[in-house]
């Protein structure tokens, strides 16, 4: 297949390797336009993949079969939207991030669209991607249109295994987005690693209380024994993790809150649910966002909301 990989950080550069090794062609996207994008990946099994992949060609986007979107929640919209009058009618594009909201977002575009989450952990280690530890994608429809390309999960889990299709992908994603409402803001607040959590159960048990409710009003069958099974599950495996979010509020990066706790808060609202500790941990977050981008203009940097 010709596929087109948007956004060629951690996630990005190890889709592209693990494509091309299937035999794939493909090609990178990048913000600053550049013809060419490397690719510096140690798998899983220590072995190093360097190349050079073809970047930001028109004429390849105009002939890919795939948009894989590998961008921060918050980035995606805009690039997508920028890419979509290039790109084939009927080329699928799966979005690949954590949080919920971009398929709203992406209303007008003519794509099939389809979503998906990964428990894949790759790092950026300065000028090189490590990819921590295999995993599993879940992809699904995120249009009508895109119910019928279930052939896809098989292609990319030749690449990288494993991937799974739903077809009904909103389960999988409400509990990934339940797992990142706790452990995200609550390792920032704490500033510690994701098992260091466990100190904090009483915390997460109200976190849990108001996120199973907004789940079980949005449809989803789910309680919230299941939904702090899960959570307390995902702190375990992940207990030597840095999660995400803190390492974005340590480099000063704008974090995924708006489509983490925010996604969570804007259906609370929309069900009439009140969710204070949610609510409280997202403008923490908000609030250390807003301190570093002021701290930044003050002293004559640009925004980091490029
Ligand atoms: N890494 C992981 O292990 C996991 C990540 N995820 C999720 O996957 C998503 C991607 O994560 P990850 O790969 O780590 O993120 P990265 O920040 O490493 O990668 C995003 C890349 O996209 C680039 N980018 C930003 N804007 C654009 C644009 N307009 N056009 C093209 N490229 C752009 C960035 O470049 P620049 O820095 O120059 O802006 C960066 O290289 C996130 O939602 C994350 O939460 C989920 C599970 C695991
Ligand atoms: C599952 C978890 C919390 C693992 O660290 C994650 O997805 C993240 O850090 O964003």
Same mark, same amino acid.
């Given at each position: 297949m010709k596929i087109t990989v948007l956004g060629c950080g951690a996630l990005g550069q190890i889709w592209l390797s693990a494509l091309d090794d299937q035999g794939h =062609? #493909? %090609?990178g996207w990048l913000r600053v336009p550049q013809p060419w994008c490397s690719v510096n990946v140690v798998g899983v099994d220590g072995e190093t993949v360097n190349k050079m992949f073809i970047a930001n060609d028109p004429l390849f986007l105009a002939e890919s079969e795939l948009l894989l979107v590998t961008l921060k929640a918050w %980035? #995606?919209? =805009? !690039? #997508?939207?920028? @890419? %979509?009058a290039l790109l084939p009618e009927h080329c699928p594009i799966l979005l690949l991030h954590n949080g919920m909201g971009t398929l709203d977002e992406l209303k007008g575009v003519k794509q099939p669209l389809l979503q998906g989450i990964t428990?894949? !952990?790759a790092k950026r280690d300065g000028t090189v991607i490590v990819h921590v530890a295999n995993g599993i994608t879940h992809i699904g429809p995120g249009t009508p249109d895109s119910a019928a390309l279930s052939s896809l999960a098989e292609t990319l889990h030749h690449a990288l295994p494993d991937v799974a299709w739903h077809d009904h992908l909103a389960s999988a994603s409400w509990q990934k987005l339940a797992v990142n409402c706790v452990i995200n803001p609550l390792t920032v607040e704490h500033d510690c690693r994701n098992g260091d959590l466990l100190e904090h159960r009483s915390q997460i048990s109200v976190l849990c209380e108001e996120i199973a409710l907004v789940m079980e009003r949005e449809g989803q069958h789910t309680s919230f024994d299941s939904v702090m099974n899960y959570v307390l599950a995902v702190i375990e495996s992940t207990a030597e993790n840095s999660s995400s979010m803190r390492q974005d509020i340590h480099a000063q990066r704008r974090t995924e809150i708006e489509y983490i706790t925010g996604y @969570? @808060?804007?259906r609370a609202r929309a069900q009439g649910i009140v969710t204070p500790e949610n609510s409280r941990l997202y403008e923490l977050v908000k609030r250390k966002e807003q301190n570093y981008e002021r701290e930044r203009i003050g002293v004559g940097l640009p925004g980091t909301w490029h």
């Open positions: =062609e #493909v %090609q %980035q #995606v919209s =805009e !690039a #997508v939207k920028n @890419l %979509q428990t894949h !952990a @969570l @808060l804007r």
